[in-house]
T-cell receptor
């Protein structure tokens, strides 16, 4: 079955430390992978995507993600966390549905950055 | 987010009432989507539309219907609301024509918080 999983409901990190938010996927064919962020009382905002090419993708607000085909993972990373990075993060993947592709989202990971 | 607007932003209704949530976009995208967000369940796709004449059911379409009135407008209806439809509802758009291979990056509205009593 095609799916995306975020194994951690919550990630806690101290400000200034590196952060990682995990995502794994299961799709047929080449994956199109996305990360979105949701700040309180806001809609989701696009952070970055992997379609093809370099396995390290850079995105908004200093975030990056590493595509690992052998581990079917697409973990979100940032070298130095900020308190303002505290938010809900969603990984998404395009899956095939009938003759089309549609997005499917993970359950989300709450990132809490402590001062 | 301002390119995708949703009305109302908050709504409280009673069981059995019909309610419509509206979405408008100025991004010029062909594709529009309705999701619901529940704590611990992430976003789940209710319906999606790839153009005005193309409507498709998503993962959780039971109890919902949609109408694509124009390229820019996509409304979601709850014919007879029930309490377990209490959730945060998001509209989103995407442009599958971006580049030679559409990537379907999603652009979200601000959400509608619906409470069914």
């Amino acid at each position: 079955a095609q799916s995306v999983a975020q194994p951690e409901d919550q990630v806690n990190v101290a400000e200034g430390n590196p952060l990682t938010v995990k995502c794994t996927y299961s799709v047929s064919g080449n994956p199109y992978l996305f990360w979105y962020v949701q700040y309180p009382n806001r809609g989701l905002q696009f952070l970055l995507k992997y379609i093809t090419g370099d396995n390290l993708v850079k995105g908004s607000y200093g975030f990056e993600a590493e595509f690992n085909k052998s581990q079917t993972s697409f973990h979100l990373k940032k070298p130095s966390a900020l308190v303002s990075d505290s938010a809900l993060y969603f990984c998404a993947v395009r899956i095939r549905s009938g003759g089309s592709y549609i997005p499917t989202f993970g359950r989300g990971t709450s990132l809490i950055v402590h001062p | 987010d301002a390119d995708v607007t949703q009305t109302p932003r908050n709504r409280i209704t009673k069981t059995g009432k019909r309610i419509m949530l509206e979405c408008s976009q100025t991004k010029g995208h062909d594709r529009m989507y309705w999701y619901r967000q529940d704590p611990g369940l992430g976003l789940r796709l209710i319906y999606y539309s790839f153009d005005v004449k193309d409507i498709n059911k998503g993962e959780i379409s039971d109890g919902y219907s949609v109408s694509r009135q124009a390229q820019a407008k996509f409304s979601l209806s709850l014919e007879s609301a029930i309490p377990n439809q209490t959730a945060l509802y998001f509209c989103a758009t995407s442009d599958a024509s971006a580049g030679r291979v559409g990537t379907d990056t999603q652009y979200f509205g601000p959400g509608t918080r619906l409470t069914v009593l």
